[in-house]
């Protein structure tokens, strides 16, 4: 089955750290494109990050550069973030997310299989 | 930054057809993606690259994109469409509508 399937999170003191995991199975990790996407509670979805398949290339949104890291591990066909320096408006459900990008004729970016999601919950 | 207006809410009567908008400046241009997310569960995607449905998502589920609007539309709706359904679009980014939470009555 493809599925994603994903693991940490919690509850972390500001300025505090916490890596997330996301272990793929059904297709292979390297070979996509892969994101994290959060969301506050009650709130939309904010892309946070993606890292590029066949390379490290990684890209973040203004608002986690700097703080967060995006990583693979192949050898376990999972996806880490690593979330230093956190804030409180860093809490949020944080997916993991596999995206298909078409970079020619129309560019776009679409999320099609995401994770469960884990909450992360930044307070004193 | 390119923004995405929607409507907060829609409320549709069981079994007739629930329109939801995305607006966006010459959006048409675009390609518009839309997720359902029920309460306490992921976004599941139901339409991508504007008007086409990913596997096991039902016929039901349409959408179109023309101008300054996209629109998902759900026929015969049923009480399990109740959900929030996000648009998303990329603009040199990845950029997602704020919801439009989905009544069915």
């Known amino acids: 089955e493809v599925q994603l399937v994903q693991s940490g999170g919690g509850l972390v003191q500001p300025g505090g750290s916490v890596r997330l995991s996301c272990a793929a199975s059904?297709?292979?990790?390297?070979?996509?494109?892969m994101n994290w996407v959060r969301q506050a509670p009650e709130k939309g979805l904010e892309w946070v990050s993606v890292i590029y398949s066949g390379s490290d290339t990684t890209y973040y949104a203004d608002s986690v550069k700097g703080r967060f890291s995006i990583s693979r591990d192949n050898s376990k066909n999972t996806l880490n973030l690593q979330m230093n320096s956190l804030r409180p408006e860093d809490t949020a459900v944080y997916y993991c997310v596999r995206s298909v990008d078409i970079s020619t004729g129309t560019v776009t970016r679409y999320f099609d299989l995401w994770g469960r999601g884990t909450l992360v919950t930044v307070s004193s | 930054s390119y923004e995405l207006t929607r409507p907060l809410s829609v409320s549709v009567a069981l079994g007739q057809t629930a329109r939801i908008t995305c607006g966006g400046n010459n959006i048409g241009s675009k390609n518009v993606h839309w997720y359902q997310q029920k309460p306490g569960q992921a976004p599941v995607l139901v339409i991508y690259?504007?008007?086409n449905r990913p596997s096991g998502i039902p016929e039901r589920f349409s959408a179109s994109n023309s101008g300054n609007t996209a629109t998902l539309t759900i026929s015969r709706a049923q009480a399990g469409d109740e959900a929030d359904y996000f648009c998303?679009?990329?603009?040199?980014?990845?950029?997602f509508g704020g919801g439009t939470k989905l009544t069915v009555l």
């Open positions: 059904g297709f292979t990790v390297s070979s996509n494109y």
């Open positions: 690259r504007d008007t």
């Open positions: 998303q679009v990329w603009d040199n980014r990845v950029v």
